[in-house]
Nanobody, 117 residues
């Protein structure tokens, strides 16, 4: 059974920081590209950042310079370090895995991030 379990969300003041974690089980983690998406109320889910199985990263313009995605294959975990948080970063953040071995993909259940002004 595949599981992606996010943690680290919470309430933070503007300018603060949070570190999200997503731990995977039931997949060959090193064969998956990993992504963080977010969905704010009334808005579509959007890509925040991604990291390939080889460690190449990409970021949404809104995340560049403030967020850092990383992975630890030994721990089956992907991280999203978020700094200089803004109220507009408020959303549910989801972990997403996509395997380059078989093309299968999986979503986590999400973790709420709320940034107060």
């Amino acid at each position: 059974q595949v599981q992606l379990v996010e943690s680290g969300g919470g309430l933070v003041q503007a300018g603060g920081s949070l570190r999200l974690s997503c731990t995977a089980s039931g997949i060959i983690f090193s064969a998956n590209d990993m992504y963080w998406y977010r969905q704010a109320p009334g808005k579509q889910r959007e890509l925040v950042a991604g990291i390939t199985s080889r460690g190449s990263t990409n970021y949404a313009d809104s995340a560049k310079g403030r967020f850092t995605i990383s992975r630890d294959n030994a721990k089956n975990t992907v991280y999203l370090e978020m700094n200089s948080l803004k109220p507009e970063d408020t959303a549910v953040y989801y972990c997403y895995a996509r395997s380059w071995l078989d093309g299968k993909n999986y979503w986590g259940q999400g973790t709420q991030v709320t940034v107060s002004s």
